[in-house]
């Protein structure tokens, strides 16, 4: 019998479950047996640690990340070869103040106070203060990550005061999925890597095809239908929905980062569907919202629509509702969003953000 202990809920999104990082749960992945823990931050900054130094492709993932977040500066980004990482290095004033792991240059005589190296404070279940931000800066801390599960609970003003570079397991998590391995050597450590943070609930699948989203439309439909004799694919059907809406869920979170203006928005995520003058089904809708004080005043939304004619489109939503009165919509069909069948989640996350600037979203 599992132990169940009150956690934390996290302010960031409100619906999202209660950290516990004192809960011991199934640990079925190599890396996860390896550690022994999925919670300890210290053991999976040594994994994290490892896996740069031992493995060409995680290495060049990181490093590439790092420079999309500008973190390094792309003219000092030359060999992947070049960069080590030390783990739990001291800041350069003090040797009480420890960060999880140092990112640096080899052939630096020393990494700490040289400015193009990374201090990176990993949080996974505890929360990232602004006080711990702020002596890791005035010990002498130059460049510095914060690389959290959720967004920092802290002003996005004070991050920029700061010069705080944020980074999320998701992104990580993204970054080495969409790699090209080098050898089988890089594929395993990497891939393991994928399923220790799937497994620890750091980070989540977000691959999806079409036929991912068709099979999430048959199950809708299958759902709402009084006549169906049953639902098939079952795992696989649900597992579906459940990326689909995860990946929803994401995009609130990127937005809010890249749109402070809705980040203390309050949020609905969930079903419904759309009938015509006489009760019949046209559309199934997975839609996630953000108002601020009535629903049906202002909100700016996004959601996927599955038609109730399996061989029509499915659409992907944006719109912004103002007054109570839909003031701005963007529609697209899937089929025009994928490549070879499959889609990048980013596409998705690129036209939420783009549309909300756009339009300036104020809810």
Request: glycine share 4%; charged share 25%; hydrophobic share 35%.
């Amino acid at each position: 019998m599992r132990a169940i202990n009150k956690g934390r809920r996290n302010t960031n999104y409100p619906n999202a479950p209660e950290e516990q990082p004192n809960t011991h749960r199934d640990v079925d992945s190599f890396f996860g047996l390896l550690t022994g823990t999925l919670h300890l931050e210290n053991r999976i900054s040594r994994l994290f640690h490892a896996c740069f130094v031992y493995s060409h492709s995680f290495r060049k993932a990181i490093l590439e990340l790092l420079v999309q977040k500008k973190a390094i500066n792309k003219k000092a980004f030359d060999k992947e070869t070049d960069w080590d990482c030390i783990y739990q290095p001291q800041t350069p004033k003090t040797p009480r103040l420890k960060p999880d792991l140092l990112i640096s240059r080899r052939n630096v005589y020393t990494p700490k106070t040289d400015t193009s190296s990374i201090f990176i404070e990993s949080k996974i279940h505890a929360i990232l203060t602004e006080r711990q931000l702020r002596n890791y800066r005035v010990n002498g801390v130059r460049n510095l990550v914060a690389l959290t599960k959720f967004l920092p609970n802290i002003p996005a003003k004070n991050i920029a005061k700061l010069h705080i570079y944020l980074l999320r397991w998701q992104d990580i998590h993204s970054a080495l999925t969409n790699l090209a391995y080098k050898t089988q050597h890089d594929r395993f450590i990497c891939k393991h890597f994928i399923r220790f943070l799937e497994e620890a609930e750091m980070a989540y699948d977000q691959a999806l095809s079409l036929t991912d989203f068709t099979e999430i439309g048959a199950l809708l439909r299958a759902f709402a239908s009084p006549f169906s004799r049953g639902i098939g694919r079952l795992d696989y059907r649900f597992d579906c929905l459940s990326r689909c809406s995860s990946l929803l869920t994401e995009i609130a979170l990127e937005l809010a980062n890249h749109y402070p203006k809705l980040k203390d928005a309050r949020k609905w995520a969930g079903y419904y569907n759309i009938s015509d003058d006489n009760g019949n089904i046209e559309f199934h809708v997975l839609q996630y919202s953000l108002y601020k004080k009535k629903y049906n005043s202002n909100r700016f939304c996004w959601s996927f629509s599955f038609p109730q004619d399996s061989g029509a489109s499915i659409e992907w939503n944006i719109f912004y509702i103002k007054n109570g009165i839909p003031a701005r919509a963007k529609d697209s069909n899937l089929d025009g969003i994928a490549k070879k069948g499959k889609i990048d989640p980013s596409t998705f996350m690129k036209g939420v953000i783009s549309s909300a600037q756009k339009w300036r979203v104020s809810v």
